[in-house]
Each structure stands twice: as structure tokens, then as C-alpha cells.
């Protein structure tokens, strides 16, 4: 981002023969304005009424002509907008005071014009001046009008009104206007046809202080795009330059204005009365919220006050002295704005598709340069493009292979090779556990370690000790293993009803009493995070825990049958 700047502000006083001297004095170097207000003797001896007042400001043009106005105010802010930093200029003030004239001038004489068309003028002059650069321009004119917005150049044939109203958008690139239309101009004239057609649509009315009074905010905004004619440059700039026309503030018991003009006068002012506000909070620097949505003039220009722009305020004033009033209020403003800081920027961009041909002209040279070096090193058989699904499923043969012991090692070609050959690893793991959790599924019923309710059951009925091992004498069905060697068998014994509690003890105490558990077997259990319990030929171990909930009150009893000799064991813990 770029480095913060304060608004500038100028004040511009119309011409007139009857110039208040005595109330209206400038500085020295015109950058500041003195007035001095007599007291008013109604109000009593003790009359506490402010008489004078210091504005500091960044110009004062008096009785300046448009070419000095345009070379003092706009021409800095036209000729970085091609550097690709936006700006806005302004004209604010009251009715009559001459901001129409000093944004668009005056048609009779060619010396008259204003700040727009001669902005036209410099932009497309100094596109001529950077051949190296193909630049478009784009001209919108937007009105507000009444609270409404309306596009002054949709009387044009190929674009027409629009079917739905006009609203304001936001995005992460700005504010964005949606359903005004946007023109290309390739050339300064058909700028000007524009500008015109624009001009010609416009509102205006007749009140006793101007005849020709705008009833509307008017929003004049130029677009540039510029791009490099080199082919190997993916960057290019874009800016936007507002040329911004309010309307004046009036005075309702000077104008006397009645039925509609009466109406547009009220939203004029309360527009420009938001407006300030707006400028109040951007000046307070322990503001956080900015009132941007109270009108549709803070709301467009949002990205213009206190953005990342070139912001110039010209203020147009009167020298009368029956209307030091406004002309009080209008510095006021201007005083104001010049709190306000800005941090222009320039708008760089990427084109994607000439990024896109760079990157794979820099990835062909670069694989040449590969190939130079394993050309050089004996390595001929190293192939950088992407693998195919012969090439994979030839590694996934070596990596098994290897797993079984059949290969000695893999030959390593290259880095895509290497990462290959870990993602085969993976995915014969993979495959070689949903295969043995198939196979005990298959053969075991499956009890979560954390499921201590199924876990508390099943130790109930005798099949698994404290420490997770199961648990019981063979009952001629099934059988239960323990930590017993494999050699040793269980002793006959005589056929006694024993109570859960002696036949845990008696278990402890004897050996025989359970089977071993093979080392591959108990390698393969330990893998899973689940406890696995023998299927009983009389039921599921479902049904068994069912039963056991229902009957939780009564000792179990151990089946009375012969004990059978031990198996090799075929339940895992």
C-alpha cells in the first residue's frame, strides 16, 4: 500500500462587482481565507456572537480562469490515474456559486471548458505519449437523483433504459454500480459525444438564485485499463478517475423554492447533509464506523472518501457578503475534508492467460536444462512427465514383490518415481488391513474397548477378566482361553457347581485352566482398538447381553458338562 495523504482542498470564489473586502481577506501566499463577521448590535450589549474566523486550505483561486483552476487542481490527479492510481475530484458548494461551470464549462467559448473536458483531453493525449502500452478507456455518467439512480446515457439507441432500477454493490474490487452502462471510446471525440449525450439528460431548474440550478448529483467516471505490448509482461494497471458534480445546498428564504423544486431541494440537502457526516467520522480518527448507507451519494462514492485515492475538494464560494452564511458553511467543509487521509495505491493486476503461456514457456526451458544435465551425467533414461497408469501399476507390482521378498530392491530414477513408490506403500497397507479385518470379522464377534457398558457384561458372565483376558471352562460348546501353555491340559475334575467368585479364584490358582494365544495371532489383535470373544453355538453375544441385562440379579451358572480337551487356540485377545 502506498503512503497516507490528507485530502486536498481548494476554494475557488466566483467573480462579482460587489466583493465584501472588508469580511473576506486572503493570506499572503492564498492558501488561507480570513473572515470577519460584525456583531450584531440587536442582540444586546452582552452579545458573545464569534466574529472571525481562519480557514487553512491548500489554494485559494480568485478570479482565476479554467485553464489556471485545471492546472491547480485536476492535472496531478489526471496524470497519476495513468500510473494506475485512482482519483476523485469534487465540486462542492452552494447554489449559484459556479460548480457546473467549473466541471463541465461553458459551450459558447472553447477557453470556457471545464475540469471534465479537459481531463478527457489529457487522458487521451497522454495515452499517445506511451506507445508501449496499449491502453482502453472507458467513459459511465451516473445521476442521483431524488434518491435515485439513473443512468444519463442509456438515451443512447444501443443501450436503452434499463428494465431493472440501478443498485449499488459491493465487492472485494470496490464499489460497483449495477446496471450502469459502460462505453468504450477509443478516441477523444467519441468521449465527448458521450459527455454531451450525458449532459443533455440532466435536470435542471430555475430558482432566483440560478436559473440553470442542477437538481442532481452527477458522477462523470473515466476507466483505464493499460497493458504492456510486451508479450512477457503479465502485469497491467487499472484506474478510475470520478469527476463528481454535487448540487448545491440552498437556502430555502433565499430561493424561494416551491412544489417539486421545493422536494429536490430537500433531498439535496439531506444528502449533503449525510455527505458531512460521513466526512466528520473519516476525520475522527477514534471513529470506527463510517455512515456510508445513510445516502446513495456517500454510499457510490465510498471508495473515494478515505479510500486508496487521489482526493481534491474544490469548493466553489461567493464573495457577497449577503451570503456569508453559506459561504461560512462551505469552508467549514472544506476545513473539514482536509482531516480526512487517504492511502492511494496502484492497482496491479495479473493477466492469466499470458501468466499461464510464461509459466509453460519457463517449464519447456527448464526441462531442457534438465536434459542437458542427465545427458551429461549418463542418466538417459529420466523422464519428467507425469506418470501413467501402466507406469503406477508396475510399481505397485515391485513394492509387492519387495513386501514378499522377492525383489531385493527397487531402482530409484527419479523424485516422481520415489514419491510413487511411498503412495504404493501406502496403499498396499491399506489393502493388506481391510483384508485382515475382513478375515476376523469373519471368525469373531467384536467388542470396542471403549464401549465399557458391553465390556462390564461380558466380565459379569465370566468371559473376560479385569485385565481384558477371556475368561471360563470349556462348557462342550465352546471354550474360553487364558494365558495357560499351550502343552498343559486342564485336569478332570469332578462335576461341582461352583459360584462366579471361586471359579475366577480356582482359574488363577490353576494352570490349564486357559489356552495360549499363538505370537502372529496376538500381533494381528493388537492392531485393533477392539476386543474379540468367541461366537457361541446357542446365540449371538447380542442375545447373550440381552439375556444378562435381563437377569442381572442372578448368579450365572457353569455348565456341568465334561471338559473337552484344548485345541490350538482360534480366538484372539
Known amino acids: 500500500m502506498g503512503t497516507r495523504k490528507k485530502v486536498q482542498a481548494f476554494v475557488r470564489v466566483r467573480p462579482t462587482d460587489d466583493f465584501a473586502h472588508e469580511m473576506i481577506k486572503y ?25 472571525d474566523w481562519s480557514f487553512k486550505l491548500d489554494g485559494v483561486l480568485h478570479n482565476a480562469s479554467q485553464d489556471l483552476v485545471y492546472e491547480t487542481v485536476a492535472k496531478d490527479a489526471v496524470s497519476q490515474a495513468l500510473d494506475g492510481y485512482n482519483g476523485t475530484i469534487m465540486c462542492y458548494g452552494q447554489t449559484g456559486a459556479g460548480k457546473t461551470y467549473t466541471m463541465t464549462g461553458a459551450t459558447e467559448n472553447y477557453k470556457h471548458r471545464g475540469i471534465l473536458p479537459r481531463a478527457l483531453q489529457q487522458v487521451f493525449r497522454m495515452i499517445e505519449e506511451r506507445p508501449t502500452h496499449a491502453i482502453t478507456v472507458r467513459v459511465s455518467y451516473l445521476e442521483i437523483y431524488n434518491e435515485n439512480l439513473f443512468d444519463l446515457l442509456s438515451t443512447l439507441p444501443y443501450v436503452g ?10 465487492n472485494p474490487q470496490g464499489i460497483f454500480i449495477k446496471g450502469l452502462s459502460v462505453h468504450l471510446t477509443s478516441q477523444e471525440e467519441d468521449a465527448f459525444s458521450l459527455l454531451f449525450e450525458g449532459e443533455t439528460n440532466r435536470i435542471i431548474a430555475s430558482h432566483t ?4 440550478s442542477s437538481r442532481s448529483h452527477c458522477i462523470f467516471t473515466i476507466y483505464m485499463e493499460a497493458h504492456s505490448r510486451t508479450l512477457s509482461d503479465e502485469k497491467y494497471i487499472t484506474s478510475k478517475i470520478n469527476l463528481v458534480d454535487l448540487a448545491g445546498s440552498e437556502r430555502l428564504s433565499k430561493t424561494g423554492s416551491e412544489g417539486r ?34 445516502s446513495k451519494l456517500t454510499h457510490a462514492l465510498k471508495d473515494s472518501l478515505g479510500g486508496n485515492c487521489n482526493m481534491v475538494l474544490l469548493t466553489n464560494i461567493y464573495g457577497e457578503a449577503a451570503q456569508l452564511d453559506e459561504t461560512l458553511s462551505s469552508l467549514r467543509f472544506a476545513s473539514r475534508m482536509k482531516l480526512v487521509t487517504t492511502e492511494p495505491a496502484i492497482n496491479e493486476k495479473y493477466d492469466a492467460e499470458r501468466m499461464v503461456k510464461n509459466l509453460e514457456k519457463e517449464l519447456a526451458l527448464l526441462k531442457q536444462e534438465l536434459a542437458i544435465h542427465d545427458s551429461l551425467s549418463n542418466r538417459t533414461l529420466v523422464n519428467y512427465d507425469p506418470m501413467d497408469e501402466i507406469q503406477i501399476a508396475e510399481i505397485n507390482s515391485q513394492v509387492r514383490r519387495y513386501l514378499e521378498g522377492t525383489l531385493d530392491e527397487i531402482d530409484i530414477i527419479n523424485l516422481r518415481q520415489i514419491q510413487e513408490v511411498f503412495n504404493q506403500f501406502r496403499v498396499v497397507l491399506s489393502q493388506q488391513e ?17 464401549d465399557f457398558a458391553a465390556i ?7 468371559l473376560m477378566d479385569i485385565e481384558g483376558n477371556l475368561v471360563g471352562e470349556p462348557d462342550g460348546q465352546s471354550f474360553g482361553l487364558g494365558v495357560a501353555p499351550f502343552s498343559v491340559k486342564p485336569g478332570k475334575k469332578p462335576k ?11 482359574s488363577a490358582r490353576k494352570e490349564g485352566a486357559s489356552s495360549p494365544v499363538s505370537g502372529k495371532d496376538f ?51
Do not use: C, W
Open 434 to 450: 481391510q483384508e485382515v479385518e475382513s478375515a476376523l470379522r469373519r471368525k469373531y464377534t467384536l467388542i470396542d474397548k471403549n
Open 161 to 170: 433504459p434499463s428494465v431493472t432500477p440501478m443498485t449499488i454493490v459491493e
Open 209 to 212: 438564485m440560478n436559473k440553470n
Open 27 to 51: 493570506g499572503e501566499d492564498n492558501k488561507s481565507i480570513d473572515i470577519h463577521l460584525k456583531k450584531d448590535t440587536r442582540r444586546g450589549v452582552v452579545n458573545n456572537q464569534q466574529t
Open 523 to 573: 500381533d494381528v489383535a493388537s492392531i485393533s482398538k477392539t476386543q474379540l470373544i468367541p461366537s457361541s453355538k446357542d446365540g449371538d453375544l447380542k442375545d447373550m447381553l440381552a439375556r444378562e441385562r435381563e437377569t442381572s440379579s442372578i448368579e450365572p451358572l457353569i455348565s456341568d458338562s465334561p471338559k473337552e480337551e484344548l485345541r490350538a487356540p482360534s480366538t484372539i485377545i
Open 261 to 294: 423544486v421545493l422536494k429536490e431541494a430537500t433531498y439535496i440537502n439531506k444528502s449533503l447533509s449525510f455527505l458531512e457526516q460521513a466526512i466528520i467520522a473519516l476525520g475522527d480518527q477514534n471513529r470506527d464506523h463510517v455512515p456510508f448507507r445513510q
Open 456 to 462: 462390564s457384561a461380558v466380565q459379569k458372565v465370566e
Open 496 to 506: 461341582t457347581k461352583k459360584t462366579p467368585k471361586d471359579q475366577v479364584s480356582s
